[in-house]
């Protein structure tokens, strides 16, 4: 009797909580993937600010800048004015990695209100091997924060973001951060802003782009202002003036409401409860949840239909909170669920519009690497994924989110990878293996162009910053790698420093950055980008050891070790596990040297007179992944686990290696 009302009441709780739950996960989508906090206040200030769909309260803007110069420092500073809850610093280093590496690795957009205005900011990297970045976004926007440090001025990466912008018919706004160090002053600003003059102006801007507004800011200490100080007024300490610049001189979109709604794809993230969110600008029209869509894409023939179907969500993103939203019109930037094939550079359109956007136009990539199955004896202790196949869906996968990689299936289950540089193709092999992937890696090959029957390089603009004492070890060190000095002089404002431009192939600079830093004693900084192909400038100097290969299999031995260290550098340290062929040091002459660290002392019943020594061993070079990928020789692999990191020999059998060394290269 009382079994019947008490399984009722335990059902109608159950059920009544059961739905309370899934409204709110469908309120708020979750997501490891796509990692979103959601707040009340903000979802509830957002149904306010999207009634109005009116292009001209819109402004679509990117941060761009060189390396370090406070991009990202700058984004949290206006996104605190605006008055987002920001949970730590760099909040738009959404990534793992980024946070880590203190680097901007992906680009991100975000949207603040201002007054009555609706700012769509985009972050991009400063690296030069993340270009590809800073090109697909860049033709979602009509106006650009260009941000340069006071002190170091516009360098190589300066040039190429800025090349892009102008490109696109951009009018950047000069923002010239980190005024409030000692080392700068009004002079040195005006100097700056000439530099930055003649830099537009070199690239081929126009009257209307030259004619930039500037103003100097401190984003670590969140102020920006339209004069030259040190220290503005209390009332004064904010972004307003920056915000003001932006809503002032950034011209809002021109775009139609009326027209059928198009929008070009130019992110892609996976989410595992929505499937495949497309991030885009509209270009026309008006977008509604549950609108009928269909992604299109160009082929040689003409257009072709990848896929139909219905907008399941609309969203934008609002400070650090993904919010959802009902409608959105011509000139935002929004994303989208609902389609499961399109991708990056197709098409989003209503199912009666059959023509397509013109896609994005990427450089091409400089850079290969081979990835392949990783066969080492070692194999399989450590990682999930071992087979080629599962390598290659992971590879085509990164693809189709990052345009400025290629992936080209090879035999023998490995892939060509190509990218812009080894720190692009360093990230994807980390992620690959914090994802439990094991896989072998070959060194990067420069991808060389042959025009009128010459042979093509690409070769890097390197801007170099030293103590005086280091510039002959640098210059004797580039001079092997066929480098050639542009200009050097000292740096304003530093005594005892100098700046060196180089023109380098991108050969040449593969594993020189640890060289570097050992030669400056981690005082210097180097910055390269990508400047042109030109001709091949002949074979390198001698840039690298002969190494210590072992032919022995097991664990390595401090008693073994010994006897080695005298003969170079090691990489191993007493315990490790080795197997013939394995790189476990550096040798100290040009030569290869075959060793054996297993040795193990032999014990014997005869009493000897001395007593043993103990072991002492210098530590080893313990090698990071981008260290190991600018250091291994063509006939070397990189071992790639979720726990190691290992060098080894592209033929494990020492006849084997003596053979194809004595073989005629090509």
Known sequence: MVTGPLLRSLFSTARHTFSTAKTKYHKFPHSSVLPRTFSASTAAASDASYTSLDPSRLRNVAVIAHVDHGKTTLMDRLLRQCGADIPHERAMDSISLERERGITIASKVTSISWKESELNMVDTPGHADFGGEVERVVGMVEGAILVVDAGEGPLAQTKFVVAKALKYGLRPILLLNKVDRPSVSEERCNEVE?????????????????????????????????????????????????????????????????????????????????????????????????????????????????????????????????????????????????????????????????????????????????????????????????????????????????????????????????????????????????????????????????????????????????????????????????????????????????????????????????????DTRGTGFMHRAFLTYAKYRGPLGNVRKGVLVSMGHGMITAYALMSLEARGTLFATPGMETYDGMIIGEHSRDTDLDVNPVRAKELTNIRSAGKDDNVKLSPPRIMTLEEAIGYVASDELIEVTPKAIRLRKRYLDVNKRKIMRNKPKD
């Open 194 to 518: 000439s530099l930055v003059f003649d830099l537009f102006a070199n690239l081929g801007a126009s009257e209307e782009q030259l004619d930039f507004p500037v103003l100097y800011a401190s984003a670590k200490e969140g102020w920006a202002s339209s004069t030259f100080t040190k220290s503005p007024p209390e009332d004064a300490r904010n972004m307003s003036q920056l915000l003001d610049s932006l809503v002032r001189h950034v011209p809002p979109p021109t775009a139609s409401l009326d027209a059928p709604f198009q929008m070009l794809v130019s992110m892609m993230e996976r989410d595992f409860y929505l499937g495949r969110i497309l991030t885009g600008r509209i270009s026309s029209g008006v977008v509604r949840v549950g609108d009928r869509v269909h992604g299109l894409r160009s082929v040689d023939t003409g257009v072709a239909k990848i896929e139909e179907g219905k907008v399941l969500k609309l969203m934008k993103k609002k400070g650090t909170s993904m919010v959802l939203v009902d409608s959105a019109g011509a000139g935002d930037i929004v994303s989208m669920a609902g389609l499961a094939n399109p991708a990056i550079g197709h098409t989003i359109t209503n199912v009666e519009v059959s023509n397509v956007l013109p896609t994005i136009e990427l450089d091409p990539p400089t850079i290969s690497m081979t990835f392949g199955v990783n066969d080492s004896p070692l194999a399989g202790k450590d990682g999930i994924h071992l087979t080629g196949g599962k390598i290659g869906e992971r590879l085509m996968a990164e693809a189709e989110t990052n345009l400025a990689i290629n992936v080209i299936p090879g035999l023998s289950e490995s892939y060509e990878v190509q990218g812009r540089g080894e720190l692009q193709l360093g990230i994807l092999i980390e992620n690959m293996r914090r994802e439990g992937f094991e896989l072998s890696v070959s060194p990067p090959k420069v991808m060389y162009k042959t025009q009128h029957g010459e042979k093509l390089e690409p070769l890097e603009e390197v801007t170099i910053e030293i103590n005086e004492e280091h510039v002959g070890l640098v210059m004797e060190a580039l001079s092997h790698r066929r480098a050639e000095v542009v200009d050097m002089g000292p740096v304003p404002g530093h005594v005892g420093r100098t700046r060196l431009s180089l023109t380098c192939p991108s050969r040449g600079l593969v594993g020189y950055r640890s060289v570097f830093n050992g």
